[in-house]
Structures are given as C-alpha cells and as structure tokens.
C-alpha cells in the first residue's frame, strides 16, 4: 500500500513579494511562465533525494514560500547539469533559478546547518574576494572545521597526493589591485532595479532570454 503524505500550506507561511524579486533578478525573469508539467523534475538525476523536485521548487518560488525553497536541501543538491533547462518546454532557466535561489539562502543564512556544500560556496567566495584568488587546501580546511572535522582526516592521503602532484596549492595567493576586485563585488551586490519595460515583474526582458 503506498502511503501518501499531505503537506498543507498556509497564507502565513508566504513572504509576498520573493517570487518577484527572484524573478527580477537576470535569468529568472521566464519562471512566471512556468506550466508546471514537471518535464524538469523527471528529468533531474538527483531529484529522488530532494526533498522537493525542481518542479515544486519552481512553484514554491513563484507563490513567495521563501522559508520552504531557501531553507531546502534541493537548492544545494542540484548539481548544475542542466538537464531540466535544456528540457524545459517554456526556457525557463531552472539551473540560474537556483543558482540565485543558493546565493539568497547563503545571504540569509537559511542553509542547513554543518551542510558541506553552502559552507564550500560562502568560503569559496569569501577568500575569492578577500584574495582574488582560491587557496584549494585552505578552502577544504576551513570547509571541514565549519562541519565535519573528523572527516578531514580520512582524507589526508588524499590531501598529500594532490599537494605533492601540484593540484592542490597550499600557499596563500592574491593578485593585486584587490581594490578594483572589492569595487566590482559591490557593483554586484547592489540591489538589481526593477528593469522590465512596464515594471511588472516576471515580463520578458529584451536580451536576456535565452
Ligand atoms: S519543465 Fe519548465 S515549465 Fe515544466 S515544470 Fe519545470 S520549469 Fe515549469
Ligand atoms: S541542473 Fe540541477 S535541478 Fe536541473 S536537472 Fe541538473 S541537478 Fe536537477
């Protein structure tokens, strides 16, 4: 017998007004033409360990279930093959979708905690903007001290071949002119204005499709 779960979700849990900012933001503007025909979750290989599909995902965004979509474990299991983009009947760009949907949660501090992927990209990016560049051994240091440490040490061989083959570096590099780097990522995380020609959000942009 197969046993079904009813999820039923409530007025109170929606935060009015995401959806639209996602799909303010490049790239997502094509997610309020979503059919809902689930083409994308069918076609995800790593959907059956969401807890939900890409296609709930999509639905969750655009009905402003902010706390549902960036606190889930979809978001960061998706691993950026870009199966369902490529299927979607509508191009809607699920892949950018979420990738938008990961920086969010990581801005918001909503990834689970001690989860080794959100904690990869925030220390990715803190040290690609501190340094402009990526200490790899530094990074996978700071990554398991932050949620796993234990772990770190069944992988210490592993850790000494890829030093001593070179493809792990272990000094800490920077560039110079971090200044203009530090400029360009404040250029980023200046709030995106409300382009579309009528302000309605969710309407084509011209030059961003697809
Ligand atoms: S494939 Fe595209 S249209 Fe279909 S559910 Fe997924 S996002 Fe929506
Ligand atoms: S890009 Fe992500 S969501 Fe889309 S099919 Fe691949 S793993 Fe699934």
Redesign the pocket.
């Known amino acids: 017998m197969i046993e079904y779960t009813r999820v039923i979700k409530h007025e109170t849990d929606r935060v009015p007004g995401f959806g639209a900012e996602v799909m303010r933001a490049p790239g997502c503007e094509k997610l309020a033409s979503c059919i809902q025909c689930g083409t994308?979750s069918g076609?995800?290989?790593?959907?059956i360990y969401m807890d939900f599909t890409?296609r709930q995902i999509m639905a969750l965004t655009r009905a402003d279930f902010k706390d549902d979509v960036l606190r889930s474990r979809?978001i960061w299991?998706?691993?950026?093959?870009?199966?369902?983009?490529t299927e979607c009947p509508r191009k809607i760009r699920?892949?950018d979708i979420?990738y938008e949907l990961k920086q969010r949660a990581i801005q918001s501090g909503y990834y689970p905690e001690h989860f080794a992927v959100p904690v990869l990209a925030r220390e990715f990016t803190d040290m690609a903007r501190a340094n402009g560049r990526i200490t790899e051994s530094l990074l996978v240091m700071r990554m398991y001290l932050k949620t796993n440490w234990l772990a770190a040490l069944g992988m210490w061989r592993l850790g000494l071949k890829l030093m001593s083959t070179g493809r792990f570096s272990y000094t800490p590099e920077k560039i110079e002119g971090r200044a203009e780097l530090e400029k360009m990522f404040a250029a980023i995380d200046t709030p995106i204005p409300d382009y579309s020609p009528s302000g309605a959000p969710g309407e084509e942009t011209k030059g961003t499709q697809p």
Do not use: D, E, G, N
């Not at 076609?43 to 959907?47: A, F, Y």
């Not at 299991?77 to 369902?84: E, K, N, R």
């Open positions: 994308c076609v995800c290989p790593v959907s890409p979809t299991l998706c691993v950026s093959c870009y199966a369902c983009t699920i892949t979420i």
